[in-house]
């Protein structure tokens, strides 16, 4: 197993270090202190796992595993702090574990990781996503998204009657829910059982209209898979 360690302080990063040499099958193939760095390794070393901080200067651990190149390495989030943890496990974390890290606590995560590892890299698709939003966590069901709008790091979650904004990236998102959804434009997405109507724009451009009286772009480079995607349904 090739493991990274992302960490902006050089002790925390080197006593993680040494508590994974006790495992035979775990191999560390390098350090990073912030998200550029970690970043730049996941390209060249192509590890297995990231052990991530999720505290760093700029763009943080959580932003890091929202930018990972798919298929990505499985992560676990090592933090000082708790309050992270629906965050972490809403990017698909393995584990979250916080510090100073306890060896029985590392060795379960080593195992998880194993079996993530061993297993098919697709997660069965999820039922439910999970928003925290200023101290509370907002639970969506999948079931009830119309469209997904891309707003940077986040994906604004379109529903009937309400639109919680999720951090994740569009394409990540899209990854797990599966073929129910399909991108429309390079900044949306649509439920497919969800689409009502498609109007034209001209130049190939159209906008999906879905319930509530909501509305979706579709731009000419993905109107046609848009179109064979919902022939399937038919």
Known sequence: MRVLIVDDETPARERLRRQLLAFDDV???GQARDAAESLSAVATLAPDALFLDVQMP?????DVAASLPDPAPAVVFVTAHDRYAVQAF?????????KPVDPQRLAQSVQRL???IAAPRRPARPAQLLVAERGRTEVVAVAELLWLEAAD????LHTADRAPLLRRTLGGLLADLGPGFVRTHR????A????????PLGKGDALVHLPAGQSAPCSRQFRAELLAQLATLR
């Open 27 to 29: 191999d560390v193939v």
């Open 58 to 62: 700029g763009p943080s651990g959580l």
């Open 90 to 98: 809403d990017a698909a974390a393995v584990d979250y574990l916080l």
């Open 114 to 116: 194993r079996e993530r």
């Open 153 to 156: 790091n986040y994906v604004v």
């Open 187 to 190: 900044g949306a997405a649509v």
């Open 192 to 199: 497919l059982a969800q689409v009502r109507q498609i109007e």
